[in-house]
């Protein structure tokens, strides 16, 4: 399948399970939306899929365009067209954010084709420019340290930027809704359709709340409690969810 696959994937921390037996499939072309409680194991899914050291799988496997990753490092997944918007992005001071898309760019570039010299900085600027204008960013942004006293709307946007300059397959974004204002919130998540259309990605998009879903579309929601999957089903499933809370899946799904 070309897609990130994940099965029967289990996750420790200090010895203690926080993904059990998780299995989840996101074709390319297809967004599929993780909701659940607090503390239940999304942001640890989206660590394991990209790659931290701290969170390698005891049992089960990632796969990505059928080839096993389990072992692969962050790095070589990136290259190979993996992407994660994290939920609380750290600051880079001394890097700046062009820097660093140039960079990232240039050693993608270089991973398809090894006698590539690197994007040429005025095409590279102009690109930047265009998709700093597209997510409503000041241009003093790509000059700035990465992350370095953005405010929290700030650095969720830096993360579609990125995203908008590398143009992964499979894209993870662990709660790219939170901390944006309302109009930042439409700007993001028509920045997140437009790549998603123009690449046919396959997205896997972490949130807590319905309105973000109403922007962008998914093919399937999956609800996650407990380090696993309990329920999938249509977009509806976050209304339904957004009425009644966790409470009745915890009564209709007791859990082991
Ligand atoms: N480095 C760590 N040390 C100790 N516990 C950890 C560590 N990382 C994660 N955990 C624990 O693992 C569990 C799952 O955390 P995780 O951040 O994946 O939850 P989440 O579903 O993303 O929650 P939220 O919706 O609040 O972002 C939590 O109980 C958390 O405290
Ligand atoms: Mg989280």
Redesign the pocket.
């Known amino acids: 399948m070309t897609g990130l696959e994940i099965k029967n994937l289990s996750v420790n ?2 010895d ?1 399970e ?2 059990k037996n998780f299995s989840l499939k996101v074709p390319k072309g297809e967004i599929h939306a993780v909701m ?12 394991s899929i990209m790659g931290h050291p ?2 390698h799988p005891t049992q089960g496997e990632i796969l990505l365009n059928d080839q096993i990753i389990n072992d692969w490092s962050p790095d070589q997944r990136s290259q190979a067209g993996l992407f994660l918007a994290m ?1 609380y992005p750290v600051a880079v001071p001394g890097v700046s954010v062009a820097n660093f898309l140039r960079t990232a760019m240039n050693i993608r570039r270089k991973a398809a084709n090894p006698s590539d010299k690197g994007i040429p900085i005025p095409e590279f600027r102009k690109i930047l420019k265009e998709k700093m204008a597209y997510l409503k960013m000041d241009p003093s942004f790509s000059s700035r340290y990465l992350n370095d006293g953005f405010s929290g709307g700030e650095k969720k946007r830096a993360e579609v930027l990125q995203m908008a300059m590398l143009k992964p397959e499979i894209a993870i974004l ?2 790219i809704d939170s901390g944006l204002d309302i109009d930042a919130l439409r700007i993001v998540a028509e920045g997140i359709n437009t790549l998603a259309q123009e690449n046919q990605m396959g997205i896997l998009i ?1 949130t ?1 709340y319905q309105r973000l879903l109403d922007y962008i579309k998914p093919d399937v929601v999956h609800i ?1 409690m407990d ?1 696993h999957i309990v329920l999938s089903g249509k977009s509806e499933l976050a209304l339904e969810l957004e009425e009644k809370g966790y409470d009745w899946i915890r009564q209709e799904q007791p859990l082991p």
């Open positions: 921390i200090h203690k926080i993904i659940g409680p607090n503390g239940t194991g999304k942001s640890t899914l989206s660590y701290a969170y939920q662990d709660e972490i807590h996650m380090g």
